[in-house]
């Protein structure tokens, strides 16, 4: 099919619900459908938006082009769960459907306020000579999770910025109400600005937000601010890095600054951005509180502007596990939330004793398993795991001890994005490998490297499931691993 804008501008109403059941079979035939994942029912899911615990349930949206793989007129999404990996499907809850939002519903959040939950998010509207015009957008839901009203609070843009100015995160603080919203300058910078509200929901300016970074991409997408461990943290994506060494391999980034943010001042002390994930497919995460009072990160497994395998059955992209996000030493660390150790059925323990020759153990669940790996002696300079298959596709994570330079690389993986060049992504760990835990379900691999301090996240698409684990070294090396099964989410 022949992606035209008026084909990407079509709505749910254009089809019969006959059609639409037609599109989800064809869906499930796909041979990459995730197991314990948040996926699209049909079409392209991404920015995951208004993630809250709210009266006893975790709810969370994503952004759904629902007619094809392909970014187009943006609804929400609606998933809930009690906890955070049985997420049931409940169905699109915001439409396009208002002269404000006419050309898409694009990202936002939610907040609690007197018992009612509100979502903002940014309306999308074009003219007749197709120029764009933003407006932030404020939804009541009643308790059912249903729109009972929505109007603008934002309409078109302050003076000094470009039409790319989206995806408001909200916030309580004292008696006022703030959001941060991701920015270009007329001058072709990212920036990240920050509005104060009243009760009545009445928002301005106060500014952008002084983090030193000048020159540090054309756009920010998806900010989120909030406090962790008595520090400031400001997650977003930066547009138009380009790569340096190891880091900004992606097309597109999305890291972290920590310090000290002043509400008076808007100054944002810190020292330096920081990559949240240094796999292949991680963008725009959005952070809530978990019942527990834990900052819970959940990310787009995927990235704009990349062709997926996934494609020819109509349907693209997933949600990340959820994380645990705590601070070590001026370091994000994410581990995985415990609610997903749930999912566990059976499990299998073994020692293995790695020197010259390789060692091979069997995948417990080939396609939805987790593996937790230990090094508990290293006299090697060098070792390897390797993930395959009977088709001779492999997944392969190396580890130089000498350098402390950890690789991931799916060159021979499987079927690849179509337009990604470098299929290798490597990370420098500031202390020697200890462990890696390991999440795969039948098309990605999300490794938690010492105990979260770095991550690596990576969509997948071989022929068959990976059925084999092997380590490799080039000396004497003790490797305690625990695998689980893990049933369906």
């Known amino acids: 099919m022949e992606w035209t804008r008026e084909a990407r501008y079509r ?4 089809i019969s619900n006959d059609i639409f059941e037609a599109m989800k079979d064809q869906v499930n035939q796909s041979p990459w459908r995730q197991h314990y994942h948040i996926q699209p029912v049909t079409g392209l899911l991404n920015d995951p938006n208004g993630f809250i615990y709210f009266k006893g349930k975790y709810h969370l949206f994503y952004q759904w082009f629902p007619l094809g793989p392909v970014h187009g007129l943006k609804y929400w999404y609606h998933v809930e769960s009690e906890d955070l990996i049985h997420f049931e499907n409940k169905g699109p809850v915001i439409y396009p459907d208002t002269t404000y939002d006419s050309h898409g519903a694009y990202s936002g959040s939610s907040i609690q306020i007197d018992h009612h939950l509100y979502v903002f998010y940014t309306g999308n509207h074009r003219t007749k000579a197709w120029e764009r015009i933003p407006n932030q957008m404020v939804a009541k839901l009643n308790d059912d999770i249903e729109v009972v009203a929505k109007q603008p609070i934002i309409e078109g843009v302050p003076q000094g910025y470009t039409e790319h100015f989206r995806d408001p995160k909200v916030w309580q603080e004292d008696e006022h109400y703030y959001f941060v919203i991701g920015a ?3 001058e072709q910078t990212g920036r990240a600005l920050i509005y104060q509200g009243d009760t009545s929901l009445n928002f301005h300016l106060l500014g952008e937000i002084d983090t030193g970074l000048s020159e540090f991409g054309y756009m920010w997408e998806c900010p989120d601010l909030f406090k962790l461990d008595d520090k400031d943290v400001l997650i977003f994506c ?3 890095i380009e790569p340096d060494g190891i880091h900004f391999q992606n097309i597109y980034q999305s890291g972290y600054i920590i310090g000290d943010f002043s ?3 808007l100054e944002m002390k810190h020292d330096g951005f920081m990559e949240l994930d240094h796999g292949f497919d991680f963008y725009a995460p959005q952070t809530t509180l978990s019942k527990e009072g834990e900052r819970v990160l959940i990310g787009w497994m995927g990235l704009p502007d990349i062709n997926y395998p996934t494609d020819q059955y109509d349907w693209a992209h997933c ?9 070590k030493d001026d370091t994000l660390i994410q581990k995985v939330h415990p609610d997903v150790e749930k ?10 004793e790695v020197n010259q020759d390789s060692t091979m153990i069997d995948l417990i669940h080939p396609e939805r398993s987790e593996v937790d790996i230990s090094i508990v002696e290293n006299e090697a300079d060098e070792l390897s795991v390797v993930f395959s298959n009977q088709s001779d596709e492999a997944v392969k994570i190396s580890y130089e001890k000498y350098t402390g330079a950890l690789m991931l690389d799916r060159s021979q993986s499987g079927t690849l994005p179509s337009n990604q060049d470098n299929q290798t992504r490597t990370v420098k760990l500031n202390q020697p490998l200890q462990s890696l835990r390991i999440f795969i379900d039948t098309s990605s691999m999300e490794i938690f490297i010492n105990e979260g301090t770095h ?5 997948l698409f071989p022929k068959a499931p990976y059925e084999h684990c092997m380590f490799s070294a080039s000396g004497n090396v003790k490797i305690k691993t625990k695998q689980y099964e893990l049933k369906r989410g």
């Open 11 to 14: 709505g749910l109403a254009s």
């Open 184 to 186: 270009q300058t007329t």
């Open 455 to 459: 991550v690596m996240t990576t969509r």
């Open 263 to 265: 509400l008076e001042t």
């Open 238 to 240: 930066p547009q138009g």
């Open 343 to 352: 999912l566990r059925v059976c499990s299998y323990e073994a020692i293995c």
């Open 319 to 327: 949600l990340t596990l959820p994380r645990v996000l705590n601070i």
